[in-house]
Structures are given as structure tokens and as C-alpha cells.
């Protein structure tokens, strides 16, 4: 069973542990827990963990969303390589936008790596589009540039 909840407090240990075994050095998309807690203590930006709970419940994903005006930035979204496929992502993605769409968010944006295959998979499974691309906007630990593309989600219409 997965469940989806709203930390009262991340904390820095767990939160790094996930992270770094989310995302792979060799392209730049990394955070590190301590910028994401930099980032939580933005005004707009709420962060939201996917359980999987067996014998005990284990935070298995995580995303952080930031809400500016009437547009919203998916910052980050990983799950833990044991727990893909199984639907994380995309619960996580949903609950990102109901939230957005109880906040009278207009637009939701996003930058992914153009490489990153299974993101953009989800991504599009949710309607995002891509709207446009940054040339060398990730820097790898190598020093080596990828490009990324902004995928936006339009929630209201006028
Ligand atoms: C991207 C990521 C979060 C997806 O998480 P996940 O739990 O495996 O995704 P889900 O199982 O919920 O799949 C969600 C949707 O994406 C689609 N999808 C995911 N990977 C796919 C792939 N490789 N090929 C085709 N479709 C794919 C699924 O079909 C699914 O669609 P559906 O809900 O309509 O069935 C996960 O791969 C990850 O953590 N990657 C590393 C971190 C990262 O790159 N984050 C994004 C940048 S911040």
C-alpha cells in the first residue's frame, strides 16, 4: 500500500539517504538534502514523501513543489530505484497537482534533463508539454553539460 503525506519536519538524514539513491551523479540533476531544506524554507514550497507500507511504513519518494502567484515550479520528484514502476511517480505527480488546482494555480512548470526518459514518460502521462530547452542547464560532477527541457501543465484556462 502507498500513502502519501506531508512531513511535519524533513529530516536531512532520510531525505539524503532517498536522494542519493534516486539520481545518479553522472548528470547534474542531484540535490543535496541541505539545498532542499534551503528550498523548504522558501516561502510556497511544500514538500510531500510516498510511503510504502508493509510491516512498517518507509518513505520510498519524494517531490517539492513551489507556488509563486498563480504559477507553480515542480522542483524535484524521485522514487527509490526497488520502488519504480510501481506508481510512486505518478501518485506523487497527482497529489502536486490537486494541490496546485485547490490553489487556483494557472500554469505548472518544470525542467527535466532531455535525456531522462522515464521522467518525461511520466511527465506526459499527466499532460505536461514541452514548452521549450536550455542548452548545458544541468552540470555533471564530471563537468559535463545536458540539456534540459521545460514542460508546463496548464491547469485553468480563461
Ligand atoms: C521519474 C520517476 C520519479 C518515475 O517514478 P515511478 O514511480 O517509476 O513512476 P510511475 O511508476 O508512477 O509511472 C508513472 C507513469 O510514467 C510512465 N513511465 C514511467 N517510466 C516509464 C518508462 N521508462 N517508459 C514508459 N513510461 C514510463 C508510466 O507508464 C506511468 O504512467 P501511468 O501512471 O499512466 O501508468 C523515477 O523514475 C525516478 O525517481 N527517477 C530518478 C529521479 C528523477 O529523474 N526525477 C525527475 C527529475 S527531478
Not at 13 to 23: H, T, V, Y
Not at 36 to 58: F, K, Q
Not at 101 to 115: H, Q, Y
Request: with cysteine; proline share 4%.
Amino acid at each position: 500500500m502507498v500513502r502519501i503525506l506531508i512531513p511535519e519536519r524533513v529530516e536531512a538524514e532520510s531525505l539524503g539517504a532517498l536522494i542519493e539513491a534516486s539520481f545518479e551523479p553522472q548528470y547534474g540533476e542531484r540535490w543535496t538534502a541541505e539545498q532542499i531544506i534551503s528550498a523548504l524554507a522558501m516561502p510556497g514550497t511544500t514538500a510531500a514523501y510516498a510511503y510504502v507500507e508493509d510491516n512498517e511504513l518507509r518513505p520510498a519518494g519524494f517531490s517539492l513543489v513551489r507556488q509563486v502567484a498563480d504559477e507553480a515550479e515542480l522542483l524535484l520528484i524521485a522514487v527509490a530505484p526497488d520502488q519504480r514502476g510501481k506508481g510512486l511517480g505518478g501518485r506523487l505527480l497527482d497529489y502536486a497537482v490537486e494541490t496546485c488546482c485547490s490553489s487556483s494555480i494557472r500554469d505548472m512548470f518544470l525542467e527535466v534533463r532531455a535525456g531522462n526518459t522515464n521522467a518525461i514518460c511520466l511527465y506526459k502521462s499527466r499532460g505536461f508539454e514541452v514548452v521549450g530547452k536550455r542548452p548545458g542547464y544541468y552540470r555533471a560532477d564530471n563537468g559535463q553539460l545536458h540539456d534540459a527541457l521545460t514542460m508546463r501543465l496548464r491547469l485553468f484556462r480563461t
